[in-house]
């Protein structure tokens, strides 16, 4: 373990900037450790667990026009479906010039100090970003956050409490902002609260616990960036509900927002289930980013 985190910090430092580079989140000291050891797991489809030193992956386009995404997969807190959602979402912001960054990030039931260690990571995931900003060839103003899932709630809750100090400041890369500068949450899970606190990132983050502080349409104000949500009808994980109630507190908030709804589809679907609706979802979005100058 010892070896591979030395291994990432001189990658930190070094910051030499292959494609498919990864960039460790904490240069030293990582907050609410120590969590679990050992090498990461890498499971079925690339799915991850045990993260021990979370990290960003580089998807670097051939000509950057300067905007760039943070990719977040889901796997309700308890995995990351890095090789079914974050890997290929990745790639194809990439092709379009946009550099994006897929987060590993740490997960709640892996023996860290806190259940809020993903929000640190995303939190410190958007800064990291903006600090790199002159070497990737990015606009700061144009950083934004994508998420499926538990990844769309941890997409939910950077848009909306990007100013909660989820961790004491560390270094000067913590002196960049954390407001994501749009958010795009795919079949998210938005809410803790009955009827609809049955999800397994319920069961990671809230059972017992404050309930209201990880329901993500509670915190949405005016500060809230642009928001892109996708969803299908038929979703057995995460109700449909989810994307209603964000989207109604958006409309309230007078967020510019957008909401595709997909007959079917059901969970899961990535960049889109063969055979379903929920293949159009990326046309869908560029087309709204376009509009929105986001993209």
């Known amino acids: 373990m010892k070896t591979s985190i030395l291994l990432l910090s001189c990658l930190f430092t070094l910051q030499v900037h292959a494609q498919g580079q990864k960039i460790p989140l904490w240069s030293t000291t990582i907050p609410d ?96 970003i903006r600090s790199m900003a002159q070497t990737y060839h990015l606009d700061s103003h144009r950083v934004g956050v994508m998420g499926f899932s538990a990844g769309g709630h941890l997409a939910g809750m950077l848009a909306t409490q990007s100013d909660t100090a989820w961790y004491p400041p560390m270094d000067q890369i913590d002196t960049h902002s954390a407001r994501p500068a749009f958010a795009v949450l795919l079949y998210p899970v938005i809410t803790m609260l009955p009827p609809f606190n049955h999800t397994h990132s319920y069961k990671e983050l809230a059972p017992g616990g404050d309930m209201q502080r990880y329901s993500v349409q509670l915190h949405v104000t005016n500060r809230t960036p642009p ?38 589809g059901g969970h899961g679907w990535g960049m889109g289930k063969p055979g379903t609706p929920t293949m159009e979802w990326p046309h869908l979005f560029e087309q709204w980013a376009a509009q929105m100058r986001l993209w």
């Open 227 to 264: 928001t892109f949500l996708a969803q299908a009808q038929d979703d057995p994980i995460s109700p449909v509900e989810n994307a209603h109630l964000m989207y109604d507190a958006l409309q309230r908030a007078h967020i510019p927002a957008e909401l595709k709804l997909f007959s079917t």
């Open 33 to 128: 450790g120590l969590g679990p050891t050992g090498e990461i797991h890498v499971g079925k489809n690339n799915s991850l667990t045990n993260i021990t030193q979370p990290y960003l992956i580089v998807h670097q386009p051939t000509h950057p026009n300067g905007t760039a995404i943070l990719v977040i997969s889901g796997g309700g807190y308890a995995h990351e479906e890095e090789g079914n959602e974050s890997g290929p979402a990745a790639d194809w912001p990439a092709s379009l010039g946009v550099t994006a960054f897929e987060l590993i990030y740490r997960l709640p039931g892996e023996g860290w100090a806190s259940v809020n260690v993903p929000f640190e990571d995303g939190q410190r995931a958007m800064r990291l």
